[in-house]
């Protein structure tokens, strides 16, 4: 893929996902994006291409089929042996009733997506970086590990998660000069609510009324900032809000 620096995005189809493959690649970098959804990554691979010049490689899988993951690692391991910068982005909220009103589906799609997809993808990544002894491991978390909320239960375990795991990796990846940080995004205006309210439009517009919620571009900005520090410099972790937003439950409405 040429000599530029090369960024793994997971999730890269939509949202922060997509807005921070845009930015890498607007700053000179090539970009692996993965995706489940073929058109959407087809789209996005024309644009960065014709826009940036970027050299792109869709992968086409589902984050949380480990099967999958695993077969399109090793088919495209030459490209993959490269990867400076992996962004672990993928993952989802789906529903916000309480706990005991809460669908199992929901739930094992969550720790699936957001934990076992991130465990897995970065296990098939760092074997490259350990051999190179260089690379960085950014995961996108949540206020909502940071403050609990009513109806977060699942998806604010399953981002603390994420956040225990950037913390235990930045520890054992120490000796080989593997950088390890996390973003903490409050509430960011994407497909997010919409997803998690699976597909109420109206429920999940109203959950950004009344204030300025961060953009996804407004996110892809920090991660950035984290990748390129220079080499001696780490970011361990960023905790990003609008300025409307105090925590996971204080939002100034007015
Ligand atoms: C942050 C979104 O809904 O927990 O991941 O504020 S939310």
Redesign the pocket.
């Known amino acids: 893929m040429g000599s530029k620096n090369l960024a793994l995005i997971s999730g890269g189809t939509s949202g922060i996902g997509r807005a921070t493959a845009e930015l890498f690649a607007k700053h000179g970098w090539n970009i692996v994006i993965t995706g489940r959804r073929e058109d959407r990554l087809k789209e996005i691979t024309e644009r960065l291409v014709t826009d940036y010049s970027a050299s792109v490689l869709p992968l086409c899988f589902d984050i949380a089929d480990r099967t999958e993951l695993r077969s399109q690692i090793d088919k495209h391991k030459d490209i993959l042996a490269s990867v400076d910068v992996l962004v672990n982005n993928a993952g989802l909220?789906l529903g916000?009733s309480f706990f005991q009103d809460g669908l199992d589906s929901d739930w094992e799609t969550m720790i699936d997506t957001n934990v076992k997809g991130l465990i897995y993808l970065t296990k098939a990544i760092l074997p490259f970086m350990i051999k190179r002894q260089s690379g960085h491991i950014i995961n996108v978390?949540?206020?909502?590990a940071r403050d609990m909320?009513i109806g977060?239960n699942v998806?604010?375990a399953s981002?603390s998660a994420v956040d225990a795991l950037t913390k235990s990796l930045r520890l054992d990846l120490l000796e080989h000069r593997i950088k390890v940080s996390s973003i903490?995004?409050?509430?960011?205006n994407t497909e997010?609510?919409e997803v998690?309210f699976h597909g109420d439009k109206i429920k999940a517009d109203k959950?950004y009324e009344g204030f300025e919620p961060l953009k996804a571009a407004d996110v892809a900005d920090a991660i950035y900032y984290i990748a390129s520090r220079p080499a001696h410099v780490h970011i361990g972790d960023l905790l990003i809000t609008c300025t409307a937003?105090a925590n996971?439950n204080v939002v100034f409405k007015g």
């Open positions: 909220a916000k978390s949540s206020t909502a909320y977060g998806y604010s981002k903490a995004p409050g509430m960011v997010f609510s998690r959950v937003q996971s």
